[in-house]
């Protein structure tokens, strides 16, 4: 009896776990282009006249492993479910992607290998990098750009952050959203996304509360641009880096206006990280 047991139970398993996954093409797909990338790294740079006396011969140096990704860019899918998002980064015509997904019920999606480049910055800049898309791992959270993120969709991606932490050692202050990086272009995650609560675990920047009160008057001169750039913003557009900057630290207020309150999480933020 036990035999035609198993034997049911594996053919079950074999059918279920080959025909389930309607992802097979796009699997096949990655593996074809992660080979094209794999004969490239094993070029030995070739000798090349560069002006001045070309080499003899190649010679190569034994001395090196991958480049490790530096920062953890967050987003929201703004759409309508975690599946559309998946099967969107598996469309070559869609040119997105994202290193992992992670659905409103928590489950994640490892679609991309750490060491390569996804797609998910676009036009970006914080502090001096202009290529975000090159050091970074991109995040994606199921959600429409609205509404609150589920419990299990952060524990999940704490889970994941607290790893991605340890094994490339990336500072808390690498950890950024994608509207920090891109003001006026793009507002995800949503001002609902608990900043607070991912800086208390070590992932991001938070000031200290209560914030002070300032003298009126007395923060007038004080260049709020010059805080924001060197807290890493890019502030070309003085408006839209207030806006990215109060979306990230001061969610409950809409306007970009700069006020005493936003100079004075500035200047805390700015002493704290960057002195
Ligand atoms: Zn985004």
Redesign the pocket.
Known sequence: MKYPFILALSLVIAVSGCSSNPYKRSNKMYKKQAKELVRTLLEVPAVQPYGGKTAAYPVATTNFNLRQPTSV?I??T?MNSCESTVRAFTRPQSKVSAHYVICKDGTLHHMLNDYLRAW??GVSRWGATADINAGSL?I?LDNNGYEPFAEAQINSLLALLARLKSTYRIPAGAFIS?ADI?PGR?V?PNAHFPWKRLAAAGYGYWYDEPVSQPQPGSLDSYNALDGLRLIGYDTRDSAAAMSAFKLHFMPEDKSPVVDDRAKSIIINLVNKYKQ
Do not use: F, S
């Open positions: 860019i987003h929201h703004a998910h910055a991109g994606e994608h891109a793009k995800d």
